[in-house]
C-alpha cells in the first residue's frame, strides 16, 4: 500500500522568512495530493491541493511542487506570518477508486516574531 | 453552511465499554471517511462510505470496530470492548464527488477517546 514520509517533523523559521516542508510517496497509482493544516485542538483544513497532471500550483503566498518521477511533492510558504504557525500534513490519495488519502506524520511549523 | 459535525467531542471510557461515535456530514455529499489520529500523528484511514456503500474498511484495526452509514447521510463508528489502544481522536470527512473522482475532503472537529 501507500507509504506517505514528512520531513522535518519540526521548523522554526523568523517572520518574514520561507518555510519548505517535503514529502515522498511511494506507489506510484497516487495522483492527487492535498496539504492540510491543523491548528492545536483544531480540525485539518486543506490549503492547497495539486493533481499529478501539473507540476506546480500557487495561492498567494503558498505554493506546491510535484516531482513525479522522484515521487515527492513540497510545500512552500513564503513571507510566513505568525499565524501560519500549526502542524501541516501532507497526504497521498487516488482520484478515482478507493478514495481515501494517506497522510505524512506532521511538521510543527513555528513563525517567531 | 454547515460543516462536518461529530458526536460527542469527548468520550470518556472505560476498558471493555462499548462506545458510538457519531458523525453528520455535509448535506449531499456522497462520499463519507472515517480517520483515526493518535497524538502527534498524521490522521489513519479506517472505512470509506460511497452513500450507504461501505466501499474499503480495509483501515479498521480489529473486529472490535464497526461503522454503517445506512441512509446514506449519518455514519456511526461503534468500537467494541474498548482498549487502552483505542484512545485517540477519531476524525470524520465527507467529499461530493465529480466527475474526476473524490475532490476536497472536509473534516469534522472529531471526537476524542479517552479509554481508561
Known amino acids: 500500500g501507500e507509504n506517505v514520509e514528512q520531513h522535518p517533523s519540526t521548523l522554526s523559521v523568523q517572520e518574514g522568512d520561507s518555510a519548505v516542508i517535503k514529502c515522498t510517496y511511494s506507489?506510484?497509482?497516487?495522483?492527487?495530493f492535498p496539504w492540510y493544516k491543523q491548528e492545536l485542538g483544531k480540525r485539518p483544513q486543506l490549503i492547497i491541493d495539486?493533481?499529478?497532471?501539473?507540476g506546480e500550483k500557487k495561492d498567494q503566498r503558498i505554493a506546491v511542487t510535484l516531482n513525479k518521477t522522484a515521487k515527492h511533492f513540497s510545500l512552500h510558504i513564503t513571507e510566513t506570518q505568525p499565524e501560519d504557525s500549526a502542524v501541516y500534513f501532507c497526504a497521498a490519495g487516488i482520484l478515482q477508486g478507493a478514495q481515501k488519502l494517506v497522510f505524512g506524520q506532521g511538521t510543527r511549523l513555528t513563525i517567531n516574531p | 453552511g454547515a460543516g462536518v459535525s461529530q458526536s460527542p467531542r469527548y468520550k470518556v471510557a472505560k476498558r471493555g465499554q462499548d462506545v458510538a461515535l457519531r458523525c453528520d456530514p455535509i448535506s449531499g455529499h456522497v462520499s463519507l471517511f472515517w480517520y483515526q489520529q493518535a497524538l502527534g500523528q498524521g490522521p489513519e484511514f479506517l472505512t470509506y462510505f460511497q452513500n450507504e456503500a461501505q466501499l474499503d474498511k480495509s483501515g479498521l484495526p480489529s473486529d472490535r470496530f464497526f461503522a454503517e452509514r445506512p441512509e446514506g447521510s449519518v455514519s456511526t463508528l461503534k468500537i467494541q470492548r474498548t482498549q487502552q489502544e483505542d484512545s485517540a481522536v477519531y476524525l470524520c470527512a465527507s467529499s461530493s464527488l465529480s466527475g474526476q473522482g473524490a475532490v476536497e475532503q472536509y473534516f469534522g472537529p472529531g471526537t476524542r477517546l479517552t479509554v481508561t
Open positions: 506507489d506510484s497509482a497516487s495522483n492527487y
Open positions: 495539486i493533481r499529478s497532471n501539473v
